[in-house]
């Protein structure tokens, strides 16, 4: 990989880097409204529940919001995928910045005939 090659390709990776950014943001955000949508629909089933027991009380408040449940799992799960993504893309950046440090020691060398 020469030198352009290196310099386009950071540029690709810095672009993904905030692309992955934004995308983060934007399901931290998704996170945040389903937890909160979850806790409201389970705070309402609690009152709304019949009467019983306590454990047939959280069998029924569960069922019956199961799928807010389920909304905030698969949103957190997606943000939890984005944020690996994010570090990735970090590494990748991180590896390019070596072999440029690399490219650079080698130039040195070759002008100089010493290692920097």
Known sequence: MNLSE???????????????????????????????????????????APKGTVPEREAWVNAETADLRQARDLADGLRQAALEAVRSR??????????L?????????SRTGRAA
């Open 6 to 48: 290196m310099a386009d390709e950071f540029a690709r990776l810095s672009r993904n880097l905030d692309k992955g950014i934004a995308q983060l943001t934007q399901l931290a955000h998704e996170v945040a409204q389903a937890e909160a949508d979850y806790r409201r629909a389970k705070s309402r089933a609690f009152v709304e």
């Open 90 to 99: 970090r590494t990748q950046i991180s590896a390019l910045q070596t072999l």
């Open 101 to 109: 440090n690399a490219h650079e020691a080698e130039a040195d060398f």
